[in-house]
């Protein structure tokens, strides 16, 4: 069993910056594809960013490429989302995943999943 635990979450000014983390317990990280999810009230949950185990692919969604950005540090197990010029759209509970596969964790069947962090981004 795989253990993500988000955090950085918080309120944020439209337009200012927030940097998430998610750290990972369980078998080599580095095996794992990685992705960050956001749901806000009453939507489902989509896709921001997804990264594959040895960080050569990576996808971002077009509602946020050029602000958004994941990275990660294996040797740390964790995996990153920084968030740049946010706007109150942003706002919505981001969840990170993990899955053996990189196709599959850039959807909602990933295997594994975090509790959630809340971005809240005032107007």
């Known amino acids: 069993q795989v253990q993500l635990v988000e955090s950085g979450g918080g309120l944020v000014q439209a337009g200012g910056s927030l940097r998430l983390s998610c750290g990972a317990s369980g078998r080599t990280f580095s095996a794992y594809a990685m992705a960050w999810f956001r749901q806000a009230p009453g939507k489902e949950r989509e896709l921001v960013a997804g990264?594959?185990?040895?960080?050569?692919?990576?996808r971002h969604a077009d509602i946020v490429k050029g602000r958004f950005a994941i990275s990660r540090d294996n040797a740390k197990n964790t995996v990153s989302l920084q968030m740049n010029s946010l706007k109150p759209e942003d706002t919505a509970v981001y969840y990170c995943?993990?899955?053996?596969?990189?196709?599959?964790?850039?959807?909602?069947?990933?295997?594994?999943w975090g509790q959630g962090t809340q971005v809240t981004v005032s107007s």
């Open positions: 990264i594959s185990g040895n960080s050569r692919l990576t």
């Open positions: 995943a993990a899955d053996l596969s990189y196709t599959v964790v850039l959807t909602v069947r990933a295997r594994y």
